[in-house]
């Protein structure tokens, strides 16, 4: 906790630095925005939260692979072909919400599958093939909207043939419900995802902390041979942490798509959401619940910047978010560092009292 609070401390530093260098005379109004635009109304705190909430999802995903020794950076093609999974049965099966959401669970899970099996039976690094999942994620999915025509936006009278279809139009069933939360809090961004996303990470918490599913999979990670050792099948809990991991970052693509606020379009960029859950696992040190916090801190911060424009340009606003977002994930740095620093007292200490005993016996 202290690590990822001195981490943040930090990036807000050298943010205010960046602040002045950029444009010196607006500086404090610069960093008053991005520290408090986040509550100053209502409809900022409803965006706060509607960001959150897929970042949370993205965060698990990411969180939960670090915790069984694996690295997965593929989050963001998991995040996609879940997005795409959610759109597809949400617009052109016309099925409900949460079917959609299932769909985008079970899309994600097999994206991750890949990267599991090639794992498991051929030792091949996780990340290798996770950055090439990502691409093929990418790719696959403008090619099947761009093949489908019911699930784009001109296919329902809009002139933009590069994006999805509004889901108001196409299939309001479709959209994730709001229960009241958007007149409570006076924005249309709000719905119930922030709460099925709180959801999965307490049950992401359960199942790492208390069963012993969650024990094999952290003993594989953190040594796989003792595990196997010890009668653990490192190979089967390398393919289900990954394929859990995929299906927490596809519910974040189904989340966010299925607000009903947002179109994906066809583009040729990876989405930033999925890699975003990088630093959001890190800041949180891999925990489920402090995945929830970091979420909520790093969706706050980008509210506040939209809120510096036009004061700054929005590349600048960027630049140092991304400084604030990044450095706030060297907190496993930082907890390393503190925890060398309290070991060192404590030996120096221990060597004082053990000094000061010989010297009482010597008397």
Not at 64 to 75: C, E, M, R, Y
Not at 238 to 251: C, D, K, N, P, T
Request: aromatic letters at 10%; charged letters at 10%.
């Amino acid at each position: 906790m202290i690590a990822s609070v001195i981490s943040i401390l930090c990036g807000l530093i050298i943010g205010m630095i960046l602040l002045f260098v950029f444009d010196a005379d607006h500086a404090m109004y610069g960093m008053k925005s991005m520290l408090t635009a986040g509550l100053s109304t209502k409809a900022k705190f409803a965006k706060v939260l509607y960001q959150s909430a897929p970042l949370i999802m993205a965060g698990l995903s990411v969180g939960f692979a670090f915790k069984t020794g694996l690295f997965n950076i593929g989050a963001t093609g998991q995040y996609t072909v879940g997005a795409c999974a959610a759109l597809i049965v949400g617009i052109v099966f016309q099925m409900p919400w949460w079917v959609a959401l299932i769909a985008s669970m079970v899309a994600g899970a097999v994206w991750g599958l890949f990267p599991g099996l090639f794992k498991a039976f051929f030792n091949v690094n996780e990340v290798i093939t996770a950055i090439m999942f990502n691409w093929i994620g990418l790719f696959a999915v403008n090619l099947i909207f761009a093949n489908t025509p019911s699930v784009l936006a001109n296919y329902y009278g809009a002139t933009n043939a590069d994006r999805t279809a509004a889901l108001e139009s196409a299939n309001p069933g479709a959209i994730i419900p709001k229960a009241g939360l958007d007149v409570l809090l006076e924005s249309n961004y709000m719905n119930i995802s922030i709460f099925i996303a709180i959801g999965f990470a307490i049950i992401m918490y359960v199942i790492l902390n208390k069963t012993v599913f969650g024990y094999e999979l952290k003993a594989c990670g953190l040594n796989r041979n003792a595990s196997e050792y010890a009668g653990i099948d490192s190979k089967r809990n390398i393919i289900l942490s990954m394929v859990i991991a995929g299906a927490l970052a596809g519910i974040g693509g189904g989340i966010y798509y299925l607000a009903g606020t947002g179109q994906y379009t066809i583009e040729k960029s990876l989405l930033a959401m999925g890699f975003n859950g990088i630093p959001v696992a890190l800041l949180a040190t891999s925990n489920p619940v402090g995945t929830i916090l970091s979420a909520i801190f790093i969706s706050y911060i980008q509210v506040g910047g939209d809120a510096m424009q036009p004061e700054f340009a929005k590349e600048t606003i960027d630049i140092i978010i991304a400084v604030i977002i990044y450095l706030s994930a060297f907190s496993l740095l930082m907890k390393e560092l503190i925890t060398s620093v309290l070991s060192r007292k404590r030996r120096a200490s221990a060597t004082d009292s053990t000094d000061e005993g010989k010297e009482d016996k010597q008397k």
